[in-house]
């Protein structure tokens, strides 16, 4: 399975439109449509924010291994309110996890 059709069925599971994914990712849903279908080459700093925001391995994702290896905690979540927020929250985390990364190559 591509990493396109990996991230779409990962996405779905979260219960999160490719807007949404865009917005925490720092994307914009056109590109999250274009890795999806694999009709764009996926960076490196992109497969491992996937990786962290959903607990995965890379190599789930990239094909290599068949296993998730972490569990996945769905989430689902009616009130709107309550949605943004936690996709606030995950953008916030993924911002400071490249903070940190920029910090270490410095």
């Known amino acids: ?3 396109g059709k990996r991230l779409k069925n990962l996405r779905e599971k979260f219960d999160i439109s490719q807007a949404g994914l ?3 990712l720092n994307v914009s849903q056109q ?3 274009q890795y999806e279908n694999d009709q ?3 960076p490196l700093e992109f497969i491992v924010d ?3 925001f959903f607990n995965v391995s890379s190599d789930y ?3 290599i291994a068949e296993t998730k290896k972490n569990n996945l905690l ?3 979540v009616e009130d709107p309110k309550i949605r943004e927020s936690i996709e606030d929250f995950a953008e916030f985390m993924v911002q400071q996890r ?7 190559r410095e």
């Open 1 to 3: 399975m591509s990493f």
């Open 22 to 24: 865009g917005k925490i």
């Open 31 to 33: 590109t999250i449509s």
């Open 40 to 42: 764009r080459t996926v």
């Open 50 to 52: 996937v990786a962290g």
């Open 61 to 63: 994702l990239l094909g």
């Open 74 to 76: 769905i989430l689902t």
């Open 98 to 104: 490249k903070i940190e990364s920029q910090k270490k």
